[in-house]
C-alpha cells in the first residue's frame, strides 16, 4: 500500500515561489509514475506535473518554464518547485502515485494560494 504525505503549501504573493514536497512510503519499487494534480474551486482536478520510472517529466502548458518536478528516490520524495506563481495557480495540490498494475493513490492535498 502506498501512502503519500504532502507539505509546502501556503500563501504566497504573485510573482513568489513555493516548494511542494510529497513524501512517499510503502511499495515504492513499484511506481511506475509520480505526479502532482491540482484543482481549484468550481474546476476540474488537473495534471500539473509528472516524473515517469525513468526519469521522463511531462507539464501542463500553464506551467511549463515555471514549474519544476524532481525526484529524490533516496528520500522517496518528490517536489513541484513552483516559481513565477499567478493567482490562477490557486488550487489545493495532489500528489498521485500510478503503480505498475496502474492503480492511483492520492495524498491528502496541500493548499496554495498566489495573492494579487
Known amino acids: 500500500q502506498v501512502q503519500l504525505v504532502e507539505s509546502g503549501g501556503g500563501l504566497v504573493q504573485a510573482g513568489g515561489s513555493l516548494r511542494l514536497s510529497c513524501a512517499v512510503s510503502?511499495?515504492?519499487?513499484?511506481?511506475?509514475?509520480i505526479g502532482w494534480y491540482r484543482q481549484a474551486p468550481g474546476k476540474q482536478r488537473e495534471l500539473v506535473a509528472s516524473v515517469g520510472s525513468g526519469g521522463s517529466t511531462n507539464y501542463a502548458d500553464s506551467v511549463k518554464g515555471r514549474f519544476t518536478i524532481s525526484r529524490d528516490n533516496a528520500k522517496n520524495t518528490v517536489y513541484l518547485q513552483m516559481s513565477s506563481l499567478k493567482p490562477e495557480d490557486t488550487a489545493v495540490y495532489y500528489c498521485?502515485?500510478?503503480?505498475?498494475?496502474?492503480?492511483?493513490?492520492w495524498g491528502q492535498g496541500t493548499q496554495v494560494t498566489v495573492s494579487s
Open positions: 510503502g511499495a515504492s519499487s513499484s511506481i511506475r509514475v
Open positions: 498521485n502515485v500510478n503503480d505498475l498494475w496502474f492503480r492511483n493513490y
